[in-house]
């Protein structure tokens, strides 16, 4: 597709379980971003992957929290043991640019921890 | 301490009003971003300043940027209910830094 694609849409979970939310950018796109977006809190940075230079992963809240990019394109962002307060919208958004650019959004991974 | 804070963080009007929000920091960024959100979707882009005192027009909306490059402000002109949504503002400190995002303000418009 033309744009950037979550998946899955929706997630619901046990408290103590790990689980995998996948993001493929937009083609071309060497900037992958993670936000989470919590209801009244806006949108909180997670992690930051631009082309071959070591990911900035200092907005990942705890170390449950863990994220790759393969071959420079899909990522994927694991939480380990999700606590209910993980509970949220996970939003990826990719970029031409490195930071400052236009930012194209996923429609997000929305994540319940019962 | 929240670096961007916007306000009103809710905003319900009547269809044809005119209104201003606001985006307000004691830092200065390099460059402002607007999004919309809606409901169930990823923010889009609305607009880009970069230079102090700098104002966008896009069609019904007027964006600004503070001369010390570390407010904004949206105007939209005659609301209209397809204007409803979340409106979030972005800053970024430098070319290489990361964007901020403030938490937002819910917009509605009646018909």
């Known amino acids: 597709g033309a744009g950037v694609s979550q998946s899955p849409s929706n997630k619901v979970t046990e408290k103590g379980k790990d689980v995998e939310l996948r993001c493929d950018p937009i083609s071309g796109h060497t900037a992958l971003y993670w936000y989470r977006q919590s209801l009244g809190q806006g949108l909180e940075f997670l992690i930051y992957f631009q082309g071959n230079s070591a990911p900035d992963k200092s907005g990942l809240p705890s170390d449950r929290f863990s994220a790759e990019r393969t071959g420079g394109s899909v990522s994927t962002l694991t939480i380990q043991r999700t606590q209910q307060e993980d509970s949220a919208v996970y939003l990826c958004a990719s970029s031409l640019v490195a930071w400052g650019g236009e930012l194209f959004f996923g429609e997000g991974s929305r994540l319940t921890v019962l | 301490t929240q670096l961007l804070e916007q306000s009103p963080q809710f905003l319900s009007i009547q269809e044809g009003e005119n209104l201003t929000v606001y985006c307000n920091s004691s830092?200065?960024?390099?460059?402002l971003q607007w999004y919309r959100q809606e409901p169930g979707e990823g923010p889009v882009l609305l607009v880009t300043?970069?230079?102090?005192?700098e104002v966008k027009k896009l069609k019904r909306l007027t964006f600004q940027f503070g001369d010390a490059r570390k407010d904004s402000s949206l105007h939209i002109t005659a609301a209209q209910p397809g204007d409803t949504g979340l409106y979030l503002c972005a800053g970024a400190k430098g070319a290489n830094s990361k964007l901020t995002f403030g938490k937002g303000i819910t917009l509605s418009v009646r018909p």
């Open positions: 830092s200065v960024f390099s460059s």
């Open positions: 300043v970069v230079t102090g005192g």
